[in-house]
């Protein structure tokens, strides 16, 4: 029997890990800046977390939820999404209640969704996203969307395309609803089944439609700026004001509904070609929801948030060169001569680590060339080579394999030669007092500039 992972997941390894790691990092970076903390629910909920969350019309529900039953019967579903566990450990722990409004949360973490593999797309992928709860305000939504739109260009994206629309409140959407099925009833029986089922559950959903017949007719079908309240409209060209003040481009797209039910007034899609021409569609997308907190049993609070598909979003940048070749290079790769000098090369080795340099120990044994062809092939920056001589002289022989230089340097001396080789004997004191050039000696809290006795 061939051993091989499930269809629509994949393993990540190599320069692919690197670039989850730096999009996540930078991710999470920019959101702490505008407030956000983590939040981090389970990756399995009660199914009815989704199906009240989501809705029953659409498609995440209805045909792409993992869900099983326990050994007690429960109905369980591998998250699909993020949004409806944050809202249901909100109510559960009653943070409303409990902290100053609004809430500003992140999460990030794998997702579930059993749909055709594609592009930068699989049955397991992962999601990084933000949702700021108990706000109601058009300024509120244009954040979220700045928020989003700087994570991108602080990823290196350039040209990026702003999709936005807007659902309208409960009573523009009421009106839009009922004009769409007035519309609709004149072609569902030639439309797809998807379409037939959207059209008794959500008839938004049909705006969504893909299928290259359907959407000829969804464009003849009556738009939601027809039937918005004076309100939803002077909140919508609100946020819209906002944007364009931030000189934030972005295209008015009518169709665009989003795939879950919970959304209203303010939606949006972040769309991206590549440098080669690949469309990559939305990598991120998010909107506002009013009811979402009320349905799971918490007080009636807004809240609005966005996500991004990480799997996406690495392959952009690798499609565009947008990654490092590695975010966390190996800079020492100590060679002990003989076994003898395996326990002085692992101290050696604990103290570099400790000051924050990535180093790699060689236990192979072999002649000293083949291992030093190693460290290159590993693109070390060093090879710190330990011999008998070396042991009995405090000492090791540290080579720059860019240029080949080496030189023989003190136990002592050893992280400030290579700080200096890199360029980074400024400091190491997380308090800057090693800044103060006259004072540093005498308060130095890492207790590398202090003067000896």
């Known amino acids: 029997m061939e051993v091989k992972n499930v269809k629509g997941t994949k393993d990540v390894y190599g320069k692919e890990v690197n670039g989850f790691q730096y999009v996540?990092?930078?991710?999470?970076?920019?959101?702490?800046?505008?407030?956000?903390?983590?939040?981090?629910?389970?990756?399995?909920?009660?199914?009815?977390?989704?199906?009240?969350?989501?809705?029953?019309?659409?498609?995440?529900?209805?045909?792409?939820?993992?869900?099983f039953l326990d050994k007690g019967g429960r109905s369980l579903t591998m998250?699909?999404?993020?949004?409806?566990?944050?809202?249901?450990s909100i109510v559960q722990?009653?943070?409303?209640?409990?902290?100053?409004?609004?809430?500003?949360?992140?999460?990030?973490?794998?997702?579930?969704?059993?749909?055709?593999?594609?592009?930068?797309?699989?049955?397991?992928f992962n999601q990084f996203g933000v949702e700021l709860v108990g706000q109601n305000s058009a300024q509120t939504d244009a954040e979220i969307i700045i928020l989003g739109y700087m994570i991108l260009k602080t990823l290196g994206f350039e040209n990026l395309t702003l999709k936005i629309n807007t659902l309208g409140d409960?009573?523009?959407?009421?009106?839009y609803k009922h004009a769409l099925k007035d519309f609709f009833s004149q072609h569902i029986d030639n439309m797809c089944s998807d379409c037939k089922s959207r059209f008794e559950l959500n008839p938004l959903r049909i705006l969504d439609c893909k299928v290259p017949e359907d959407?000829?007719?969804?464009?003849?079908?009556?738009?939601?700026?027809?039937?918005?309240?004076?309100?939803?409209?002077?909140?919508?060209?609100?946020?819209?004001?906002?944007?364009?003040?931030?000189?934030?481009?972005?295209?008015?797209?009518?169709?665009?509904v989003r795939g879950?039910?919970?959304?209203?007034?303010?939606?949006f899609e972040f769309h991206y070609t590549s440098s080669k021409g690949q469309n990559y569609g939305a990598i991120g997308a998010g909107g506002h929801y009013d009811k979402l907190v009320k349905e799971f049993g918490g007080p009636d609070l807004h809240?609005?948030?966005?996500?991004?598909?990480?799997?996406?979003?690495?392959?952009?940048?690798?499609?565009?060169?947008?990654?490092?070749?590695?975010?966390?290079?190996?800079?020492?790769?100590?060679?002990?001569?003989?076994?003898?000098?395996?326990?002085?090369?692992?101290?050696?080795?604990?103290?570099?680590?400790?000051?924050?340099?990535?180093t790699e120990i060689c236990y192979d044994g072999t002649k000293l060339g083949t291992m030093v062809k190693k460290a290159v092939k590993k693109n070390a920056k060093f090879?710190?080579?330990?011999?008998?001589?070396?042991?009995?002289?405090?000492?090791?022989?540290?080579?720059?394999?860019?240029?080949g230089e080496q030189e023989t340097v003190e136990f002592k001396d050893i992280i400030d030669y290579i700080d200096t080789k890199l360029g980074n004997d400024e400091h190491h004191c997380e308090c800057g007092c090693c800044d103060d050039e006259e004072h540093h000696e005498d308060h130095c809290c890492c207790g590398r500039h202090k003067k000896e006795n």
């Open 24 to 67: 996540e990092s930078v991710m999470r970076a920019v959101s702490e800046l505008y407030g956000f903390e983590e939040l981090r629910t389970p990756v399995i909920e009660h199914s009815e977390v989704f199906v009240r969350g989501v809705g029953e019309g659409s498609d995440v529900v209805r045909k792409e939820m993992y869900t």
């Open 79 to 88: 998250r699909p999404e993020f949004t409806a566990g944050i809202i249901r």
């Open 93 to 124: 722990n009653k943070f409303y209640a409990t902290r100053d409004l609004p809430l500003k949360f992140y999460y990030s973490g794998p997702v579930f969704r059993y749909e055709r593999p594609q592009l930068g797309r699989y049955r397991q």
């Open 170 to 175: 409960d009573s523009s959407r009421d009106e």
């Open 215 to 256: 959407k000829e007719i969804v464009k003849h079908a009556p738009k939601i700026n027809e039937y918005l309240s004076e309100e939803a409209r002077n909140r919508f060209e609100y946020v819209c004001s906002i944007l364009e003040y931030m000189e934030i481009p972005f295209e008015v797209d009518d169709t665009l």
């Open 260 to 267: 879950l039910d919970y959304y209203s007034e303010t939606v």
């Open 303 to 358: 809240g609005v948030g966005f996500s991004f598909g990480i799997e996406r979003v690495v392959s952009v940048m690798t499609d565009d060169e947008l990654l490092q070749d590695d975010a966390n290079p190996l800079i020492n790769y100590i060679i002990p001569i003989s076994e003898d000098q395996h326990i002085p090369a692992l101290a050696l080795a604990t103290a570099l680590r400790v000051e924050g340099f990535k």
């Open 383 to 403: 090879a710190l080579i330990i011999g008998e001589d070396e042991v009995e002289n405090n000492a090791v022989v540290i080579k720059t394999l860019e240029t």
